[in-house]
């Protein structure tokens, strides 16, 4: 007999292990890229759950609150945490998340638009790791992909400053900061904190190493979907027609299993060359971006 549950908010009933299972097979496999694994989180929500109303956006940011922490901690641990980026990503991002959030719900609650513009922003995102992927020479090899630790430079409120691997990098935190603010609007409306756009920037415009980076990008996406969450939880209290605030306990059953895939992603992240990582989200994102936007015209 197939233990199922009943999750109001969304109006599905699912065996609970299904979560965890999806949750950890995407938050270890997006980890290694600085990514939480949310942007897919939310088509297979979409389109394997059917859970399409704004609620879904609010249950995705959920499930970054209780899967990224483990990540994080992990980058932390590995001294790959740049505490001046992640500020820099914070403080462009949260007020985009706000705007986001009142975008998607008082004028994209109509799920084939929705789909659309998660078409969209997943080809943007698949087009820049393609375009980053044949414009470069093959890394180094396995086992040296990620060595060392980051040395974080004094850095004032405009700029970061840190050396990897006897490398020293210079960005401009005001620019960071006017990217994020753009990704927050769009991480806002789709219901991630905006790692998944941030992460191949900072790779592809910056000319930073994915490997540290990761850390930065899931750390900020975390503290933007915590205001995320608490934003359409607001919202909510305004808008009771509407199914707004987040399905609680399938957010949280998505986590758990984040949260383990997580760990283990960050920690196996250094093993693996970051042209397999980039390849194999390239691909997915394409497939899922592709059959979206198909789908809306057809």
């Not at 990620?146 to 005001?174: D, M």
């Not at 975390?222 to 607001?234: L, P």
């Not at 383990?260 to 990582?277: H, L, N, S």
């Amino acid at each position: 007999m197939t233990m199922e549950i009943f999750f109001p908010v969304s109006g599905l009933s699912l065996n609970p292990f299904i979560p965890v299972l999806v949750g950890f097979v995407l938050a270890f496999f997006c980890a290694m890229g600085g990514i939480s694994g949310a942007f897919l989180l939310l088509p297979f929500q979409m389109s394997f759950l059917g859970f399409t109303t704004p609620s879904v956006s609010a249950t995705n940011q959920l499930y970054n609150i209780v899967a990224i922490p483990s990540g994080v901690w992990r980058f932390y641990k590995e001294g790959r945490l740049i505490p001046p980026l992640v500020r820099a990503v914070v403080i462009g991002t949260l007020p985009g998340v706000f705007i986001g959030a009142i975008i998607r719900i008082y004028y994209l609650p109509n799920p084939s638009l929705f789909k659309l513009f998660v078409g969209c922003v997943l080809l943007y995102i698949g087009t820049r790791m393609l375009k980053d992927l044949l414009g470069k020479k093959a890394p180094a090899p396995p086992g040296v992909q990620g060595s060392g630790r980051v040395e974080v430079l004094p850095s004032g409120l405009f700029e970061v400053r840190f050396i990897f691997r006897e490398k020293e990098y210079h960005v401009s935190a005001g620019g960071i900061m006017l990217l994020s603010g753009i990704v927050g609007i769009i991480g806002g409306v789709y219901g991630i904190g905006g790692g998944a756009i941030i992460a191949p920037f900072f790779v592809s415009v910056f000319g930073l190493p994915v490997y540290t980076v990761a850390g930065a990008a899931l750390m900020g996406t975390f503290i933007t979907s915590v205001a995320g969450v608490i934003f359409y939880q607001g919202l909510a209290y305004f808008n009771p027609e509407q199914a707004i605030s987040p399905d609680w306990l399938l957010g949280i059953l998505f986590g758990i299993g984040g949260f383990c895939g997580m760990y283990c992603g960050a920690r196996v992240q250094k093993f693996v060359p970051e042209r397999w990582i980039k390849w194999g989200l390239c691909l997915v994102i394409a497939w899922t971006s592709l059959s979206y936007i198909l789908g809306y015209f057809l």
